[in-house]
């Protein structure tokens, strides 16, 4: 098998390398960290296929530089749905959810004052990679907390049979390697 996949997104050219998950599967490792480039281009095109939103929520870690720059971008206020409690929080909301590249369940937590601020407002949900849409699924929950409506669904990326997906909006599909 090949160590690299080339990934063309957003008029531009990268080669993932391919990471082992198991002994059946294999992923194109997309890292958005430190790549500027790819992160300004990605957040534009997308910008151009969301339909109209106030907020957008995103979860730690991956998924924060698109949403950050989808906000500067767009103008809109983001915010981020965090691995665990943090001390400032008054009042944590938590959230658990199962990820492809996360061991175990991932916890997803976000302060009653961000849930508050989404009251009334079009959600527009972001992530780097759609895979399993177990982020997407716990980031809906937590938005649902809310009276705020979602929107969208966006990411970079759409991995494997998420691809197929009717009720995401991506920019290029991401194969699975299964042997």
């Known amino acids: 098998m090949a160590e690299t996949y080339t990934l063309?997104?957003?008029?531009?050219?990268r080669e993932l390398t391919i990471c082992k998950v198991n002994d059946h599967l294999d992923i194109a490792a997309f890292i958005m960290f430190g790549d500027v480039e790819i992160t300004?281009?990605?957040?534009?095109?997308?910008?151009?296929?969301?339909p109209e939103f106030d907020?957008?929520?995103?979860?730690?870690?991956?998924g924060i530089p698109l949403a950050y720059e989808m906000a500067r971008q767009?103008?809109?206020p983001w915010i981020v749905a965090r691995k665990g409690p943090k001390l400032y929080m008054k009042e944590p909301v938590v959230i658990e959810d199962q990820s492809i590249t996360t061991a175990g369940k991932q916890t997803l937590v976000?302060?009653?004052k961000d849930i508050e601020a989404m009251n009334g407002k079009r959600i527009l949900i972001v992530d780097d990679v759609i895979s399993t849409g177990g982020s997407l699924h716990a980031l809906a929950t937590l938005v649902g907390q809310s009276t705020g409506t979602v929107v969208s669904m966006a990411a970079v990326l759409a991995e494997g049979?998420?691809?197929?997906?009717?009720?995401?909006?991506?920019l290029a599909p991401l194969p699975l390697f299964l042997h």
């Not at 907020?55 to 991956?62: N, P, Q, S």
């Not at 049979?161 to 991506?170: C, G, L």
């Open 40 to 50: 300004v281009a990605c957040a534009a095109e997308l910008l151009k296929k969301v």
């Open 55 to 62: 907020v957008i929520v995103t979860a730690e870690a991956k």
């Open 110 to 112: 976000i302060d009653k």
């Open 161 to 170: 049979d998420a691809a197929e997906r009717k009720d995401i909006v991506y």
């Open 74 to 76: 767009s103008g809109k």
């Open 8 to 13: 063309h997104v957003a008029g531009l050219t």
